[in-house]
């Protein structure tokens, strides 16, 4: 029998327990589970419509037995609608049937049985159920990590926010700011996506076979078919699309994937700063006894999460990529390439959640270290020459950038003494030489400290 040591992907082998939660809806039991929701409910509303006399309205008990169906849906359930696939050869067919066979002992149910999946082609039912599955995913798994890591960001914001550090641009000393700040740009970048992904629409169809009612039509015409569906989606939560070939065409799909690769990359972008303020040894890292950083070198204390969770990040952005470039691509009314595809949604969903944990995971582990901090700003004091140059424009000094860039570029010698022997000899206002004299590369943070705040 196979172990999880024998699993081809790691989502179900070595990191199948940080991804449990996702499980219950983009698993193909999810899946599965969902179809069984959507006809149920497709069934009552039918009964609920007066105009289709041949469905009674469900009383109470009808409608909570079939409920019940939704409710205590179990693997030996999903496992018996998958051996009736391996005879239909056909997945959405199997759920019917499996239905009709379940439902048949009912009495209150049994004398409506061929109205499940009545007028549905199989891409109503999927695509109602991708939308809810997704949708749930997004709200109970998906917004709650990205909640977690946006506040524990923020957190950073604040306590770091009067901690001056040289920045680096082209990776050379730049004006300094602070660290705080540093976190509170990653904060305000990820709240706004995080916004978009929670205000996000969840489209859905239900129009059958090429998205015209063609059979819904003809076998009850008297019936305001365009209402009845929107009046369906929406009980579901949803948004109804009107305007589809057989299939809602997934551009609300693309959307979603788009602003979750959006937050991956912002993430990746993170990760990889932490990982070099680590190296510079602005950060210490929690130890925890014994774990090995090297298999060689007993010192290494390695930065592996955030290493980890920018891999994980960039598997996440080759799914979802994938899937939002192709999912609106369908040939004429429909062709059946974006069905394997949609099958995929939960390994992006997966590694996005790895990576997450792994962020999370590291920045707890994260210890700021003041003191090489303040070393790394003590010897560079040459950022000092983009204020002073600034000040002596504002009073005229010839040339002051020219100056500053013949005094600093290149000099490995800037230092305290050499700049306030500079300072000195300006022909500027005295208290414009104090001012400058008091600069020093740890104050020289503009609004870097209220800004963190703001976060």
Same mark, same amino acid.
């Given at each position: 029998m196979a172990t999880p040591l024998l699993n081809i992907s790691p989502l179900d082998g070595r990191y199948a327990k940080q991804i449990d939660s996702l499980r219950n809806h983009l698993s193909e039991f999810g899946l599965i589970k969902t179809r069984v929701e959507v006809e149920i409910h497709w069934l009552i509303s039918l009964g609920n419509n007066p105009k289709i006399k041949e469905v009674k309205k469900f009383n109470a008990s009808a409608q909570k037995k079939l409920l019940s169906v939704i409710d205590k849906f179990s693997e030996k359930d999903a496992t018996e609608i998958k051996q009736i696939e391996s005879v239909t050869n056909?997945? !959405?067919?199997?759920?019917?049937?499996?239905?009709?066979?379940? =439902?048949?002992? /009912?009495?209150?149910?049994?004398?409506? =049985?061929?109205f499940i999946h009545f007028a549905c082609t199989s891409e109503d039912i999927n695509n109602l159920s991708y939308a809810l599955m997704t949708k749930r995913a997004v709200s109970e798994n998906t917004l =709650?990590? =990205?909640?977690? $890591?946006? !506040?524990? $960001?923020?957190?950073?914001?604040? /306590?770091?926010a009067t901690i001056a550090i040289l920045a680096r641009t082209h990776g050379q000393s730049a004006s300094p700011t602070t660290m705080g700040k540093e976190f509170a740009n990653v904060a305000a970048r990820l709240k706004r996506q995080i916004n978009q992904l929670a205000k996000q629409e969840y489209l859905g169809k239900i129009n059958g076979a090429v998205g015209n009612f063609n059979a819904h039509v003809v076998a009850y015409p008297e019936v305001n078919w365009e209402q009845h569906s929107k009046d369906f989606i929406k009980s579901l939560g949803l948004t109804y699309n009107p305007m589809t070939t057989q299939i809602e065409p997934h551009d609300f799909l693309s959307e979603i994937f788009n602003v979750i690769a959006r937050i991956n990359t912002i993430l990746i972008d993170f990760n990889r700063d932490l990982w070099g303020y680590i190296s510079l040894g602005y950060f210490k890292q929690k130890l925890k006894k014994n774990e090995v950083g090297s298999s060689t070198m007993p010192h290494k204390v390695n930065p592996i999460d955030f290493e980890n969770s920018e891999g994980n990040l960039g598997l996440s952005n080759s799914i979802l990529n994938h899937l939002s470039e192709k999912l609106p691509i369908s040939r004429w009314q429909r062709d059946l390439s974006d069905s394997t595809v949609l099958r995929n949604i939960g390994v992006g969903f997966g590694y996005h959640g790895l990576a997450i944990n792994s962020c999370l995971k590291g920045l707890n582990k994260l210890e700021i270290n003041k003191q090489v901090i303040d070393d790394d700003l003590n010897h560079a004091w040459e950022v000092l020459a983009e204020p002073i140059q600034t000040v002596m424009r504002r009073y005229g000094v010839p040339e002051p950038y020219e100056k500053l860039k013949a005094l600093t570029r290149g000099n490995q010698h800037i230092n305290e003494e050499v700049l306030h022997s500079f300072i000195q000899n300006l022909d500027i206002p005295q208290k414009a030489k104090k001012d400058l004299i008091n600069l020093r590369p740890e104050n020289y943070i503009g609004l870097a400290n209220k800004l963190a705040k703001k976060s």
């Amino acid at each position: 029998m196979a172990t999880p040591l024998l699993n081809i992907s790691p989502l179900d082998g070595r990191y199948a327990k940080q991804i449990d939660s996702l499980r219950n809806h983009l698993s193909e039991f999810g899946l599965i589970k969902t179809r069984v929701e959507v006809e149920i409910h497709w069934l009552i509303s039918l009964g609920n419509n007066p105009k289709i006399k041949e469905v009674k309205k469900f009383n109470a008990s009808a409608q909570k037995k079939l409920l019940s169906v939704i409710d205590k849906f179990s693997e030996k359930d999903a496992t018996e609608i998958k051996q009736i696939e391996s005879v239909t050869n056909h997945d !959405v067919k199997a759920v019917e049937y499996w239905l009709k066979k379940t =439902l048949k002992k /009912q009495r209150d149910v049994a004398p409506y =049985l061929e109205f499940i999946h009545f007028a549905c082609t199989s891409e109503d039912i999927n695509n109602l159920s991708y939308a809810l599955m997704t949708k749930r995913a997004v709200s109970e798994n998906t917004l =709650l990590g =990205l909640n977690e $890591i946006y !506040v524990k $960001i923020q957190s950073y914001a604040k /306590q770091y926010a009067t901690i001056a550090i040289l920045a680096r641009t082209h990776g050379q000393s730049a004006s300094p700011t602070t660290m705080g700040k540093e976190f509170a740009n990653v904060a305000a970048r990820l709240k706004r996506q995080i916004n978009q992904l929670a205000k996000q629409e969840y489209l859905g169809k239900i129009n059958g076979a090429v998205g015209n009612f063609n059979a819904h039509v003809v076998a009850y015409p008297e019936v305001n078919w365009e209402q009845h569906s929107k009046d369906f989606i929406k009980s579901l939560g949803l948004t109804y699309n009107p305007m589809t070939t057989q299939i809602e065409p997934h551009d609300f799909l693309s959307e979603i994937f788009n602003v979750i690769a959006r937050i991956n990359t912002i993430l990746i972008d993170f990760n990889r700063d932490l990982w070099g303020y680590i190296s510079l040894g602005y950060f210490k890292q929690k130890l925890k006894k014994n774990e090995v950083g090297s298999s060689t070198m007993p010192h290494k204390v390695n930065p592996i999460d955030f290493e980890n969770s920018e891999g994980n990040l960039g598997l996440s952005n080759s799914i979802l990529n994938h899937l939002s470039e192709k999912l609106p691509i369908s040939r004429w009314q429909r062709d059946l390439s974006d069905s394997t595809v949609l099958r995929n949604i939960g390994v992006g969903f997966g590694y996005h959640g790895l990576a997450i944990n792994s962020c999370l995971k590291g920045l707890n582990k994260l210890e700021i270290n003041k003191q090489v901090i303040d070393d790394d700003l003590n010897h560079a004091w040459e950022v000092l020459a983009e204020p002073i140059q600034t000040v002596m424009r504002r009073y005229g000094v010839p040339e002051p950038y020219e100056k500053l860039k013949a005094l600093t570029r290149g000099n490995q010698h800037i230092n305290e003494e050499v700049l306030h022997s500079f300072i000195q000899n300006l022909d500027i206002p005295q208290k414009a030489k104090k001012d400058l004299i008091n600069l020093r590369p740890e104050n020289y943070i503009g609004l870097a400290n209220k800004l963190a705040k703001k976060s």
